[in-house]
């Protein structure tokens, strides 16, 4: 999810500016903020910004199926960094920024090269692998899949999405409905202060995507939370222009695509906002 203090206009105007370009924070006259935090329903986090009264601008929140679907959703970080947020100090901040200063600095920071998977390269005889998708200072992964990479990571995703499927407790009707109208109402409020809320179905392919379907049909979950939120909702796979893209893990885009992607759905937002 990331939150854009921009108009309306100078958003259409930028995607004119830059259509070849991906959507960085230097385009914008007020940086764009990356809040997503990777697996975890973003419900938290939207109702953070709905009780700030500070804050008035767009919000693009993504969705997934599970999110709407589980009946009794489970502790995630979203809700612990929320409330962290609200407690930070003067000495919370400096020991984020030297955290931050240090692993952007050392490379031993990297988890490939901590003594137990150094042990492991060793025996093998190789060298450590860099991690395929590092998180960038603005939160951004640059996901890299290459032939060596991408059927170990993709059998390591499906497995989980099995057994989230498997584990899965289905909420009632009834229970649905009041949880899109628990997230209507912070809607609401961010509305009242001229700002926006879109939310989007990123893509998923392949094995992935028929075990969302089959666990978490669209038109049980997503089409009944289009239906009643009373605001805009792309689903990539009503799009002609997002339908195509192939995620290699299932659930996720190359850097490459992900580009032609942002690319893609600036246009269409350029257009509907």
Same mark, same amino acid.
């Given at each position: /999810? ?20 991906? /959507?960085?924070?230097? %385009? ?72 931050i200063l240090l692993q952007k600095t ?28 590092? /998180? ?29 499927? %498997? ?24 509305? %009242? ?8 179905? /990123? ?71």
């Open positions: /999810m990331a939150g854009l203090e921009i108009s309306d206009d100078e958003l259409a105007q930028r995607y004119k500016d830059n259509e070849s370009r991906y /959507m960085r924070p230097e %385009q914008f006259k007020v940086s764009p903020a990356n809040l997503s935090i990777d697996g975890n329903p973003p419900f938290p986090v939207l109702k953070n910004l709905a009780n700030d009264d500070k804050f008035s601008g767009i919000v693009f929140c993504s969705i997934l199926p599970q999110w709407l679907a589980e009946k009794t959703p489970k502790k995630n970080r979203a809700a612990k960094w929320v409330r962290k947020y609200h407690k930070k100090t003067i000495l919370s901040n400096i020991d984020t920024y030297l955290s050392f490379v031993f920071r990297n988890q490939g090269l901590s003594p137990k998977n150094l042990k492991k390269q060793i025996k093998k005889g190789q060298w450590p692998v860099p991690p395929y998708s590092p /998180m960038r200072l603005d939160r951004f992964r640059e996901a890299r899949f290459t032939d060596e990479n991408t059927q170990k990571i993709l059998f390591s995703r499906i497995k989980r999405a099995k057994e989230i499927s %498997q584990q899965s407790e289905i909420i009632s009707t009834q229970g649905l409905y009041e949880r899109i109208n628990a997230v209507k109402k912070d809607v609401k409020k961010i509305k %009242q202060r001229g700002g926006k809320v879109i939310f989007i179905r /990123m893509p998923s392919s392949g094995e992935i995507r028929k075990i969302e379907a089959a666990t978490w049909p669209k038109s049980r979950y997503w089409d009944v939370f289009a239906d009643n939120i009373s605001s805009p909702t792309i689903h990539f796979e009503e799009r002609k222009e997002l339908r195509n893209f192939h995620c290699p893990d299932g659930s996720h885009l190359d850097v490459t695509e992900a580009k032609k992607f942002t690319t893609q759905l600036l246009r269409i937002l350029s257009v509907e906002l």
